[in-house]
């Protein structure tokens, strides 16, 4: 008899990791954890391309950033060999790891680290020693890279299933940049983005994206929340559209692209860069069905008075099932969730620490 899958949902908090387990019905949970309690885990993934392993962004203030490796299911983390760190003698430093991104299936081997400052690593032996990517680190267009609140960083990495030669990665603030060689060279790929807070409204690179999602399907179809806006583009980031029209802000982090529907997306939009809660305190989830086309506020089951919630860019996700299930994370340290497309959420988890990133798997 075939073994019942499971979903496991796992959650980067300000204060360790945890997981949430629960069969295909996504109706009992079990929580496990914490887990990497020393550290803050600012990305947390469960990689199923052959046996699972789990991997962490785990940052602490003592020790610096750090990757962590678990080959069963969290009970024990080992550390990379060699770390996520600069070449000796120059002068970067590795601040913090932002996000881990597994490779192509037929790459079983490959992973992609994304760190603070700007800068994208790979490994090939599955998250033990580590390779700068240097043609992004010293693009031709780096000094006019800047740093947003939180850092600069490369913080989304969209890799096309069917081409392991081309990816895209999100940089706050420099935009979103492509590679179609593997990552031998980068061409920026920023046209229509607004960056309002330049003194050049549309220019080449400096764009704060704050989150950058690809629908697997068909690659060259990819959004984005930036500071200044949600955009779609279908030919790859070489033009966006501006889709923000019917939103309450131009502001937010997160962004989810439905699993099974290209042209169904979510954000979450926040007041502002100075006050960053969610629009009107009240907590609602928009849905455009359209590819943003249109809005609609979904917040059955979400708290819609005095809800001053944050929502980071990394804290929602949503698992591959036919009628996939959505989540989202708070800097309150609630887990929310639906899987009737958003209709209605229920809450999932609550008292955690602030919740920095969400992933799940079905195995």
Not at 101 to 122: I, K, Q, S
Request: glycine letters at 10%.
């Amino acid at each position: 008899m075939a073994k019942t899958k499971k979903i496991y949902l796992l959650v980067g908090t300000y204060k360790g990791a945890f997981v949430f387990v629960s069969d295909r019905l996504r109706k009992n949970w079990v929580i496990k954890g914490p887990f990497l309690k020393e550290s803050e885990v600012n990305d947390i993934i469960m990689d199923t391309r052959s046996k699972p392993v789990m991997y962490a962004c785990a940052n602490s203030s003592w020790f610096g950033p750090g990757f962590k490796i678990s080959e069963d299911r969290g009970k024990t983390w080992t550390d990379s060999k060699s770390g996520i760190r600069f070449e000796e003698g120059g002068d970067r430093k590795v601040a913090r790891v932002w996000t881990v991104v597994a490779g192509t299936h037929g790459e079983p081997n490959v992973l992609y680290a994304g760190a603070d400052p700007g800068a994208l690593f790979r490994t090939e032996d599955r998250g033990l020693t580590w390779t700068e990517n240097t043609a992004l680190s010293n693009h031709s267009t780096r000094q006019k890279w800047a740093p947003g609140a939180g850092g600069l960083m490369v913080h989304s990495i969209c890799i096309n299933p069917k081409n392991p030669e081309e990816m895209y990665v999100g940089i706050s603030a420099a935009g979103v940049f492509h590679t179609a060689d593997g990552g031998k060279t980068w061409e920026a790929r920023n046209k229509g983005v607004l960056a309002d807070f330049n003194p050049e409204k549309y220019p080449e690179v400096g764009q704060c994206v704050h989150h950058l999602e690809m629908y697997p399907e068909n690659p060259d179809v990819l959004y984005q929340q930036n500071h200044c806006g949600v955009y779609r583009t279908e030919n790859g980031g070489k033009e966006w559209i501006d889709i923000n029209k019917g939103l309450p802000s131009r502001f937010g982090f997160p962004i989810i692209v439905h699993p099974n529907d290209p042209d169904t997306i979510y954000v979450i939009p926040e007041e502002g860069a100075e006050f960053r809660s969610v629009s009107n305190a009240s907590f609602g989830i928009y849905r455009s069905r359209n590819k943003g086309g249109s809005w609609k506020k979904l917040s059955s089951g979400l708290p819609s008075k005095h809800a001053y919630v944050h929502v980071y860019r990394q804290a929602t996700t949503a698992d591959t099932l036919d009628r996939a299930g959505l989540y989202v994370g708070t800097s309150n340290g609630q887990i929310y969730y639906s899987t009737n497309d958003g209709d209605s959420w229920k809450l999932l988890g609550e008292n955690l620490p602030p919740i920095y990133s969400l992933s799940v798997t079905v195995v």
